[in-house]
């Protein structure tokens, strides 16, 4: 047999072994909160705010606050990334300056993410007087998953064939004109790729909220952008660490994570249910 088919072979039997631990690492995982933490589920879990310091009642303003989050970083996150990877990929022009911005985000997506809460609470939260709040946590969040959205954004960019800009340009439309309705349609697949990521991601911090977002306990729902929220990360913490019996919540935190490795899964489903759709209409 030919050297390189076996050492292909050698190669793609790792690829295979590394997906088959990562699969099975999950389902372990999910088996391990299924058992621990199912007797918890009921409607009342769901849909009822926490009681009797943590000890019963539901985590319904959790769940709520968790979906503003994630949702309102990538309101902040979409924009900005999007925008910065058509210049990076289709104005900027290649040399020192463009190769020190790609550094600076690529060091920017190492930078832990109690880095970004100190910073939503330092800038956001006391600079500007957004409080502890939504708003200051959908900032936080969203700069902490920009470099994904960039990163992908302009993976996708690239993936398009000049082919397509050069008939577009042929045809007399301009670069705006090319961009917007030849460029980004065809990327569109990739980069909500990355926006999966970052929803992934921002559903499921602690620390980047902790500081500038989230609450030990709020009485009732939140009812502006500046309300601090109560979100199903730092809920599940606050069970852990900080509850007064921590032995009698621990069904309780068991099934705060199984709702929220259940809520990441149905938000990445219908990411990619919308994105399997827009590729069949391309």
């Known amino acids: 047999m030919?050297?390189?088919?076996?050492i292909q072979s050698l190669a793609f039997g790792l690829f295979r072994m590394a997906a088959l631990v990562n699969a099975l690492a999950l389902a372990i995982l999910i088996y391990f909160l299924v058992k621990n933490g199912i007797s918890a589920i009921s409607w009342e879990f769901l849909t009822q705010?926490?009681?009797?310091?943590?000890?019963e009642g539901g985590i319904m303003p959790c769940i709520v606050?968790?979906?503003?989050?994630?949702f309102g970083s990538m309101l902040v996150a979409l924009p900005l990334g999007v925008a910065s990877a058509i210049y990076l990929n289709e104005y900027a022009k290649p040399g020192l300056a463009v190769r020190i911005?790609?550094?600076g985000i690529n060091n920017l997506a190492g930078v832990p993410s109690i880095v970004f809460g100190l910073f939503g609470l330092a800038f956001f939260a006391i600079s500007l007087h957004f409080k502890v709040s939504l708003l200051t946590g959908m900032f936080t969040l969203g700069f902490l998953t920009l470099?994904?959205?960039?990163s992908s954004?302009?993976?996708?960019?690239?993936?398009?064939?000049n082919t397509y800009r050069e008939a577009s340009l042929g045809l007399g439309a301009?670069?705006?004109q090319t961009i917007y309705k030849v460029v980004l349609p065809a990327a569109l697949p990739g980069i909500l790729t990355g926006?999966?990521?970052s929803l992934s991601r921002a559903a499921g911090e602690t620390a980047a909220i902790m500081y500038s977002a989230a609450v030990f306990f709020t009485p009732k729902m939140i009812s502006s952008i500046f309300d601090p929220v109560m979100a199903l990360p730092y809920h599940i913490y606050v069970l852990a660490t900080a509850g007064t019996e921590i032995d009698k919540t621990r069904p309780l935190q068991y099934g705060t994570a199984l709702v929220l490795i259940a809520l990441i899964f149905s938000m990445n489903f219908i990411a990619i249910y919308l994105r399997a759709r827009m590729q069949k209409k391309r």
Request: glycine residues 2%; without cysteine; hydrophobic residues 45%.
């Open 195 to 197: 926006a999966i990521l």
């Open 147 to 150: 470099p994904v959205v960039i």
């Open 2 to 6: 030919d050297k390189r088919k076996v």
């Open 101 to 103: 911005i790609r550094i």
């Open 65 to 70: 606050g968790t979906f503003l989050l994630s």
């Open 174 to 176: 301009t670069k705006w």
């Open 153 to 161: 954004t302009e993976e996708a960019l690239r993936s398009v064939p």
């Open 49 to 55: 705010p926490p009681r009797n310091m943590m000890t």
